[in-house]
C-alpha cells in the first residue's frame, strides 16, 4: 500500500517561520510534491522536489530526502494569507502515473 | 484562476436523482482525473483519462460513471448516490510531457446528497 504522514494541524505566529513534515510509504517513489489549498479554493501547485536537497522559490521552501522517505515544506516571513491547507503527495512513477495524497496539514497564522 | 472551470460549484441532490459533474480546461493538458475530497481524509483518486482514454477506475462504485468526449471536457454522471458521497468533487488537469507533480485543479463541486 501506500500512505503518506502529515501534521494534521500547525499553528504559527505571523512573521516566522514553519516546517511542515511529510513522510511516505510508497511501493515506487518518482517525486515529490507540495500544495496549497485555501478554504473553498483549489488545490495549487507549490513546489517538486524528484532529487535530494532543498528547492527554494521565493519564501517556500521544499526539501526531500529519498533515502530517508521524508520531505518537508519550509515557509518564511509567514504571512496571514498563507493560513490554508498544506498537502504532499507522492508521484509513484513517471508519465501519467496519478499523484497519492496525504491528508493535508491545517495551517493557522496568527498575529 | 488556474484554467480548470468545475460547474456547478454546489449541488444538492436526492439519493434517486441523476444530475452530472462537468470540467473543462482550457491548458491544452491531455490527462485529466477525478478526486474526491472528504473532510480529514486525502484526496481520493477516482479516475484517470488520457487522452480521452480512460486509464484507471479506482475501485469507484457503479453510481459514479465518467464520461470524457474529448481532451478539454470531462463528465461526472452521479446517479442513486449514498449520503456518505457529499464530498467536494475536484477535477485536475495536466500534460503528459515529463513528470514535475504539478496538477491543475479546479475548485472543485461542492455535493450533498440526502
Known amino acids: 500500500g501506500q500512505s503518506l504522514e502529515q501534521p494534521s494541524e500547525v499553528t504559527a505566529v505571523e512573521g516566522a517561520i514553519v516546517q511542515i513534515n511529510c513522510t511516505y510509504q510508497?511501493?515506487?517513489?518518482?517525486?515529490l510534491s507540495w500544495y496549497q489549498q485555501h478554504d473553498g479554493g483549489a488545490p495549487t501547485f507549490l513546489s517538486y522536489n524528484a532529487l535530494d536537497g532543498l528547492e527554494e522559490t521565493g519564501r517556500f521552501s521544499s526539501f526531500l530526502s529519498r533515502s530517508d522517505s521524508y520531505g518537508y515544506l519550509l515557509l518564511q516571513e509567514l504571512q496571514m494569507k498563507d493560513s490554508a491547507s498544506y498537502f504532499c503527495a507522492v508521484s509513484s512513477g513517471s508519465g501519467n502515473t496519478p499523484l497519492v495524497f496525504g491528508k493535508g496539514t491545517r495551517l493557522s497564522v496568527i498575529a | 484562476e488556474t484554467g480548470v472551470t468545475q460547474t456547478p460549484r454546489h449541488l444538492v441532490m436526492g439519493m434517486t436523482n441523476k444530475k452530472s459533474l462537468k470540467c473543462e480546461q482550457h491548458l491544452g493538458h491531455n490527462a485529466m482525473y477525478w478526486y474526491k475530497q472528504s473532510a480529514k481524509k486525502p484526496l481520493e483518486l477516482m479516475f484517470v483519462?488520457?487522452?480521452?482514454?480512460?486509464?484507471e477506475n479506482n475501485s469507484v462504485p457503479s453510481r459514479f460513471s465518467p464520461e470524457c468526449p474529448n481532451s478539454s471536457h470531462l463528465f461526472l454522471h452521479l446517479h442513486t448516490l449514498q449520503p456518505e458521497d457529499s464530498a467536494l468533487y475536484l477535477c485536475?488537469?495536466?500534460?503528459?510531457?515529463?513528470?514535475?507533480?504539478?496538477?491543475?485543479f479546479g475548485e472543485g463541486s461542492r455535493l450533498t446528497v440526502l
Open positions: 483519462y488520457n487522452f480521452k482514454e480512460q486509464t
Open positions: 510508497t511501493s515506487g517513489f518518482y517525486g
Open positions: 485536475a488537469s495536466r500534460t503528459l510531457a515529463g513528470n514535475t507533480g504539478e496538477l491543475f
